[in-house]
């Protein structure tokens, strides 16, 4: 009864992107839009990676995304909207977040209450308002923010070789906050204590405590924030992700779906092709994979004698990031009932975000959680009369590592429990009664879905020493294998959503030029 | 305006010095493999790609129900047995006749009894006349039968986050068998909760567990009730009710104002419930539904269209790159024609929810029950069907991942 006829399948491509994660999806993105015969290998059977949606009863939950920060509007986009509009010519629905944050901080003595919007004037007014005698250090910190900002779009436009005369004459703050943490840089402006407190409170998005964070990351996602509010896809990242995997198809790149990338064969140095996990061989010489170089030189280079010892000493002295656990809820009464008045929340113990930090490695329900109320950007998000709440919070992977399977279940919900609990208190809202739905993702549901190391979701952690900035500088000298490129939130412009997907477009780029020069 | 942190020199000797201090760190930095982490190993504990299991017991229930024993193959991969969660599934994968099927099938034991030494899954299932599955299952499933498994999966089971923790089962026939999951585990294991089951037979003879349902009842010192349904005409057994479960019967039995309920059966019964339901008014969040798998007959709906009934299309299957023409009946999904020519993405639901089947319509027309569209909003937009619960409406043309 079957007819089968073998389709021209190419068994050789220009090259192969491992992994449907934003980075790879950016990267394939980019390369099909060259012209390059690109090949996208995904081991689920989604496009994504932490960026998708499922559904549950009457309600489809966003897995990931709070908001997009490097987008803008059409009259002033962002990087991430001049690739998708400009360069891929994708066009979604992207909604507007309506406020910046609602900042709670529950701890007596510490309390805090204070809701920001986007854009200088109203961010800088907020702050004098709670903090007076603020308004000059914090105009002289946004100023230095966005001046970050220029200096790496300056950066990205030179591809990697600017001016060093430009650099220092033009962008000389800079440089010369680049070494340093947050926390040095906000006492040197002496920007004071409390309204550190306000203006910090998207360090969760990062990762690392002030006191370890990369200045030169922070500065980035908020400038871009101030400057281009933050953005939803109406239909969650599912929408952004199948958009993306369809234009890839449309522009003659391929895509493979529930197949793993076993191993990546490497010949005197350089990329000779790619083995799936169906067994199949397919010749290549270029390779952008969307993953920890840790588990590439580990697991996937074959053969491992092709590995310079160095590469492991790199992947090994870096830090992976903290992974995260999400509650999911989808509850049977509209937010204005339920006192959601807010699309985000931030809610921490304290302000201390070196103690908030530490509590990601216990098993207890951290010290701080950020919370959306989808139905407060996205009024239908959910049918009439329901709201979908998510809460996240997060943890070291090695806080999770002595959970039993058969305590699994105890664990996960516990912690749920707590993040319920800390946000009904903080918020004076009663949520627990309206669960009509609810998921609970974890470390081992990223592991799980994506492979990543521990469930981590935030790539390495950007501390000084491995931010942006030296991971820029050494880029070169850290290649080990021609023809390999990295993507997504271990390479080199750091985790975060925007981040990981322009991270994908640099590696497309880098593999087009050497294809260029290959005379391809 | 000009920063300074710790001097104008200073900085920028800190920012020429970034590159040197990485390139200490990574002097000290061991040069040994990186271990696979302890999470990457719960997640595989807890959801295993597949299991390779055995039948280990073969108990009859009924004169058309029986209890298979499944315990990991020996020699195979699976070593343990997966935990889950009382009320899940086990999606069983198989070659029969040339076709390449799954089918979800309730564990009717216990949780703690998976997580024991000898760790076992009970399925029971009933003979469905005809049933292509079943009919090989009785035919061909001995002490030593290899199976091939899915993990445990699926949504229903009580959640102490959103349920009460009291649960009233509506049971239909062999619908049954998640409640003995949460009655044994209830008594035995790790469920905080009450269960009372109204359980629905056609006839006495048809009672699943009748015997088991009546001990455990009574020794559960009132944390698990049964109340036998009997729609039959004559009724011998003692205490039982008479009819369906009406809205009537369950407002006798049960907290309207705050029990959670849990209807498992088959689409006959849920049918009638329904309208049953509606009548309690109940809150969306306090009745969960067991996905009933797919429908007995599409052309019985009326939103079906009449025309299609007893046709049979082409249909193109491009998987991984190869192109196939199969035939595809309007009577049966999309999924069923896939795996007639052993042709299918991984499955586990069969009713349209779980989303694993999920594939691109190229072309052609399909018919998706609304009730048992479960698809992301944005594949709605972008064509793509999940296969288990569309029905073929014309020629089609579809990309499938295919099995993992």
């Not at chain 1, 990267?27 to 012209?35: I, N, P």
């Not at chain 1, 591809?159 to 033009?170: C, F, Y």
Request: with cysteine; proline share 6%; charged share 25%.
């Amino acid at each position: 009864m079957v007819e089968q006829t073998a389709a021209p399948i190419g068994r050789s491509y220009d090259c192969v992107v491992i992994g449907s994660g934003n980075g790879g999806l950016g990267a394939a993105a980019q390369l099909a839009a060259k012209g390059v015969k690109v090949l996208l290998v995904e081991q689920h059977n989604v496009p994504g990676g932490f960026a998708s949606s499922f559904v549950r009863g009457r309600f489809e939950f966003e897995t990931a995304m709070h908001l997009i920060a490097d987008l803008g509007p059409p009259t002033n986009k962002g990087g991430v909207r001049k690739f998708l509009e400009d360069e891929l010519e994708i066009y979604l629905d992207w909604v507007e977040i309506p406020e910046a944050f609602r900042l709670i901080v529950t701890d007596p003595g510490e309390e805090l209450d204070v809701t920001l919007r986007y854009g200088v004037r109203d961010y800088i007014d907020t702050i004098e308002k709670a903090v007076p005698g603020s308004q000059e250090s914090i105009t002289n910190y946004i100023d230095l923010c966005m001046e970050v900002v220029d200096a790496l779009t300056y950066l990205g436009e030179s591809r990697g070789n600017p001016d060093r005369k430009v650099l220092t004459s033009k962008y000389g703050n800079f440089l010369k906050t680049a070494p340093y943490s947050v926390d040095r840089v906000a006492n040197a402006l002496k920007v004071p204590k409390k309204a550190q407190a306000i203006f910090h409170a998207p360090w969760v998005y990062l990762g690392p405590p002030t006191s370890r964070l990369s200045f030169t990351v922070f500065a980035g996602m908020m400038a871009k924030l101030i400057a281009f509010s933050g953005y939803i896809p109406r239909h969650r990242s599912h929408e952004f992700t199948s958009a993306l995997e369809a234009r890839i198809r449309q522009l003659g790149g391929e895509t493979r779906f529930n197949t793993r990338v076993d191993q990546i064969l490497v010949e005197d140095g350089r990329v000779a092709g790619v083995v799936t996990s169906r067994g199949e061989r397919i010749a290549t010489e270029h390779v952008v994979a969307n993953l920890a170089p840790g588990l590439v030189y580990n697991h996937l280079i074959s053969p491992a004698s092709e590995v310079p010892e160095i590469a492991y000493r790199e992947s090994n002295a870096r830090r992976f990031a903290v992974s995260a656990l999400t509650v999911y809820l989808g509850l049977d009464a509209p937010p204005e009932e339920l006192g959601l008045h807010e699309y985000s929340y931030f809610v921490y113990a304290n302000t201390d975000t070196d103690d908030v930090y530490e509590s990601f490695g216990r098993l207890a329900t951290p010290k701080g959680q950020a919370t959306a109320c989808l139905n407060n950007a996205l009024p239908d998000a959910s049918p009439p009369g329901t709201t979908i709440l998510s809460l996240t919070t997060l943890y070291r992977p090695e806080a999770w590592a002595d959970v039993r399977p058969q305590d699994y279940v105890k664990v996960k919900n516990e912690s749920a429990r707590g993040l319920i609990d800390d946000f009904e208190k903080a918020t004076g809202t009663r949520i627990r009664e309206h669960i009509e739905e609810v998921e609970v993702a974890t470390p081992a549901t990223y592991a799980r879905y994506t492979g990543v190391h521990g469930g981590t979701i935030y790539g390495y952690e950007p501390d000084s020493w491995d931010s942006l900035i030296p991971r820029m500088m050494a880029m070169n000298e850290e290649k080990h294998i021609r023809g390999l490129e990295f993507s997504g939130g271990y390479a080199f412009r750091c985790h975060g959503y925007s981040s990981s997907f322009m991270s994908g477009q640099v590696a497309g780029l880098l593999t087009y030029a050497s294809l260029a020069e290959e005379g391809r | 305006m000009k920063v300074r942190v710790r001097g104008s020199i200073l900085d920028l000797l800190a920012f020429r010095g970034l590159p040197g201090k990485r390139s200490k760190r990574f002097a000290r930095a061991s040069a040994g493999l990186l271990p696979v982490h302890p999470v990457n190993e719960l997640a595989r504990q807890i959801h295993p790609s597949k299991l390779q299991l055995a039948v280990t017991g073969i108990r009859d229930e009924t004169k058309t129900t029986r209890t298979f024993k499944l315990a990991p193959a020996p020699g195979s991969e699976t070593r343990s047995l997966p935990c889950f969660r009382a009320g899940q599934y086990l999606s069983l994968k198989a070659n029969v006749d040339g076709a390449r099927i799954s089918r979800p099938y309730s564990i009717s034991s216990a949780p703690f009894e998976a997580s024991a030494p000898d760790g076992f899954y009970e399925i029971t299932l009933r003979r469905v006349e005809g049933g292509f599955y079943t009919d090989h299952i009785w035919r061909t499933w001995q002490v030593g039968t290899k199976v091939e498994s899915s993990g445990p999966v699926g949504l229903f089971y009580h959640e102490p986050l959103r349920d009460s923790r009291k649960i009233v089962g509506l049971a239909g026939g062999s619908g049954v068998t998640p409640f003995r999951s949460m009655a044994r585990e209830i008594l035995f294991g790790d469920l905080d909760a009450e269960l009372l089951l109204l359980y629905g037979s056609s006839d006495e003879e048809d009672i699943v567990f009748y015997d088991e349902l009546g001990e455990l009842e009574r020794s559960s010192a009132g944390r698990v009730r049964v109340v036998h349904v009997l729609s039959c005409e004559v009724v011998s057994l003692e205490g039982c009710e008479k009819g369906f479960i009406t809205a009537e019967l369950i407002r006798r039995y049960a907290s309207l104002e705050s029990d959670s309920f849990f209807v498992c059966g088959p689409e006959m019964m849920y049918r009638f419930l329904e309208a049953e339901l509606a009548k309690l008014e109940l809150p969306r969040k306090r009745v969960r539904r067991e996905v009933w798998g797919e429908l007995t007959d599409v052309t019985r709906r009326p939103d079906f269209p009449s025309d299609a009934v007893g046709k049979t299309f082409r249909m193109k299957v491009k998987m991984q790159g190869v192109v196939s023409e199969i035939p595809a009946r309007a009577t049966e999904t999309v999924l069923v024609a896939m795996e007639r020519a052993s042709l299918a993405s991984p499955s586990l639901c069969r009713s349209g929810e779980c989303g694993y089947c999920r594939s691109l319509l190229l072309g052609g027309e399909v018919f998706i029950a609304p009730e048992s569209d479960d698809r992301r909003a944005a594949d709605r937009k972008l064509g793509y069907i999940h296969p288990c619960s569309a029905y073929p409406l014309s020629d089609l043309e579809i990309e499938t991942p295919g099995e993992a």
